[in-house]
């Protein structure tokens, strides 16, 4: 938005197409990252350098000064500790905001002549691999849409148990006990109960109370008095969350989970292994998006602006389509009336 602020002539696919390539540079950058250092790094360490590669892009610069722009994204790019947000939830979120003002800012001094080449996810020969076959095999294939506004590593437990209640049609009062299994980060997700919306984000265990206790999450579950909610700190005391070698091996290519519910009459259930939904391997519908998009701004938006956006969205494929009608749809105006 704030590059095509600039741009009042872009069109809708011009824009489309410099999105698809900003995901690519940032999740190559990313594989590379993950790929050649031990520590785990949170995605506004490599979405910068999307950034960068998308502000190049739309405001026309030449090759030399997006090798530029890219290393000093790549530099001053926030390589915060993933693990320290899981184990203490904040309002960090994976350093994605400070990511993308250093993606902005390396764009605005690269082309002012600052030198930052080489990027080390991008040229040296330990990150050649990652970038082998660009061009050729597009990584936003391989992306996925969020059911709930909670951290990923949480999904494939909420699936996991999701699939044992409406396949069995058991209701939250017959639980007696509930185990889920899953990889080693999503056992540290914040198991108590939350006291503000960051930790209710980052939570397993609170999670999946709140699916069983609404059959779905929404942005109104993880805010105010849902979070002191009684009856969801009553399933969260049933909920055991523990670390499996099995998923351990295939994290982070998949989110995997199992778990196992016990009635209080003794029937137990197993859900069999299960990779969180929204991604190729099992991909929303496009009513799914649809209802997705709702949740999550409706009640800001309201139904007439959200019905606009979502139709202007789906019309910047059309070849005259400009991208400025869409995006004044985002803003609220300045003096509503």
């Known amino acids: 938005m704030a590059f095509a602020g600039n741009r009042p002539e872009l069109g809708g696919r011009e824009a489309l197409e410099a999105l698809v390539i900003a995901y690519e540079v940032a999740a190559r950058a990313g594989l590379a990252l993950h790929g050649t250092v031990s ?3 949170t995605s506004g360490a490599w979405n910068a350098l999307g950034v960068a590669a998308l502000g190049c892009r739309l405001l026309g610069h030449d090759e030399n000064t997006l090798r530029h722009a890219i290393g ?4 001053h790019g926030p390589r915060s500790q993933m693990m320290r947000e899981i184990d203490n939830p904040s309002m960090l979120h994976d350093g994605s905001g400070m990511g993308a003002m250093v993606g902005i800012s390396s764009v605005l ?19 050649a691999p990652f970038w082998q076959d660009l061009g050729e095999h597009w990584t936003i294939e391989h992306n996925y849409i969020k059911p709930y506004p909670i951290c990923r590593w949480a999904h494939g437990s909420i699936d996991a148990v999701r699939s044992i209640m409406l396949t069995n049609q058991i209701t939250p009062d017959a639980i007696a006990s509930i185990e889920v299994r899953t990889f080693h980060e ?17 939570s397993l265990p609170f999670a999946v109370a709140t699916f069983l206790l609404n059959g779905r999450i929404g942005p109104e579950h993880v805010e105010g008095e849902a979070l002191s909610d009684p ?37 137990r259930f197993e859900s069999g292994d299960i990779n969180a939904r929204g991604g190729p391997d099992s991909p929303f519908s496009d009513e799914e998006l649809r209802e997705k998009f709702d ?16 139709q202007a969205g789906l019309g910047l494929v059309e070849q005259n389509a400009r991208f400025a009608p869409f995006a004044d749809l985002l803003y609220a105006p300045v003096n509503p009336a």
């Open 231 to 267: 009856k969801a700190a009553e399933l969260l005391s049933l909920i055991t969350v523990k670390e499996c070698d099995r998923h351990n091996d295939r994290f982070p290519a998949g989110r995997w989970a199992d778990a196992t519910v016990e009635l209080k009459d003794g029937t």
């Open 39 to 41: 520590d785990y790094h």
């Open 72 to 75: 000093i994204a790549e530099y």
């Open 186 to 202: 999503g056992s540290r997700l914040f198991a108590g109960i939350p006291e503000n919306t960051t930790q209710a984000q980052y």
């Open 109 to 127: 001094l690269a082309a002012m002549g600052f030198t930052g080449a080489p990027a080390a996810t991008v040229e040296t020969a330990e990150a």
């Open 295 to 310: 949740t999550m701004t409706l009640r800001m938006l309201g139904p007439e602006r959200t019905g606009k956006i979502w």
